[in-house]
């Protein structure tokens, strides 16, 4: 259902694009393309997160680690984004972004929590025990595009990029039994995607797209889900600002180390959508 209201979303955005036509009054006899070659935007993710947590090899108890272990729900963090045109006609295209996620909780849990550990024990940790909580994620996202059709309006490209994505969960209770269990790995996961850039005006742009993956191995399976739009607005000659949205599913389930740098037993489910707001550097 995430995976389909969000194509939706896309679909709209792109059908919208073809019905307004918005007037081109800045000199539109002009030979300059509108597309810049080097960009650099740097802001803060305002964003809300849900994380579902299952550790072990299906005998663990699935947990809304928000709901349950009290991380913070919402979150704002720095992020960057770059991409370069680096070639004359300015259809390749290199994209890179970077922000982090720090989150920790501490609560009294209000029901049981059952998960396997590393030797295949099946842990109990009984209601009213005091539980700190840590769940650390980095993303690193490159990709490359190829625009596949491109004018003075409009920027249509596919690309192909790979997430590089630390993981750092970390569970340590004290009570009637004391737990202390960390779980790192590093997901980097392949995607494909569309993107797409339009023109309002010389001044007014709008930036869309989204990246998806899907990839069953052994007992490995895994699904990235990335959506994004933004309103840019350039009123001046290399600098500007922008509004955004952005969002983002994460699915892993794994029994070990089936697909490379993963060596992790359970399930994990991330997700955040929120607002970019930030300045852009280009020229």
């Known amino acids: 259902m995430f995976l389909k209201r969000k194509c ?8 919208l694009l073809f019905v307004v036509q918005p007037a081109w009054a800045e000199n539109p006899a002009s030979k300059d393309t ?6 650099l935007n740097t802001g803060y993710f305002i964003s809300n997160t849900n994380t579902d947590l299952s550790l072990g090899s299906g005998l663990g108890v ?10 913070d729900t919402t979150n704002s963090v720095f992020r960057v984004d770059a991409f370069w045109r680096f070639t004359e006609n ?8 970077w922000f982090s996620f720090r989150r920790d909780g501490n609560r009294t849990i209000g029901k049981d929590i059952e998960y396997e550990d590393d030797e295949g024990n099946i842990i109990t940790i009984p209601v009213g025990s005091q539980v ?31 997430y590089i994505m630390p993981i ?35 001044k007014w742009f709008l930036r869309s797209g989204f990246d998806v993956f899907y990839l069953e191995i052994k007992e490995f399976k895994g699904t990235v ?16 600002f922008g ?26 489910n991330f997700k955040y959508s929120g607002l970019l707001l930030y300045a852009k550097v280009f020229f």
């Open 8 to 15: 939706l979303c896309v679909f709209f955005v792109v059908s």
């Open 34 to 39: 509108p597309w810049e070659k080097f960009s």
């Open 62 to 71: 699935t947990v809304d680690v928000e709901e349950l272990l009290g991380l």
């Open 90 to 97: 300015r259809r390749h295209r290199l994209d890179f972004t």
């Open 132 to 162: 700190n909580t840590k769940f650390n994620l980095d993303i690193y996202k490159a990709a490359y595009s190829y625009s596949f059709f491109q004018d003075d309006r409009m920027d249509l490209a596919a690309n192909i990029g790979l």
């Open 168 to 202: 750092d969960i970390g569970l340590n209770a004290t009570g009637a039994i004391n737990v202390d269990e960390t779980e790192r790995f590093t997901a980097p996961l392949p995607t494909f995607g569309l993107r797409m850039d339009f023109a309002i005006t010389p």
């Open 225 to 240: 889900y990335e959506s994004h739009a933004a309103i840019e607005y350039l009123p001046w000659k290399h600098f500007g």
């Open 243 to 268: 509004l955004g949205f952005n969002a983002f599913n994460l699915d892993i389930e794994a029994d070990g180390e089936d697909y490379p740098q993963i060596d992790f037993v359970g399930e994990l």
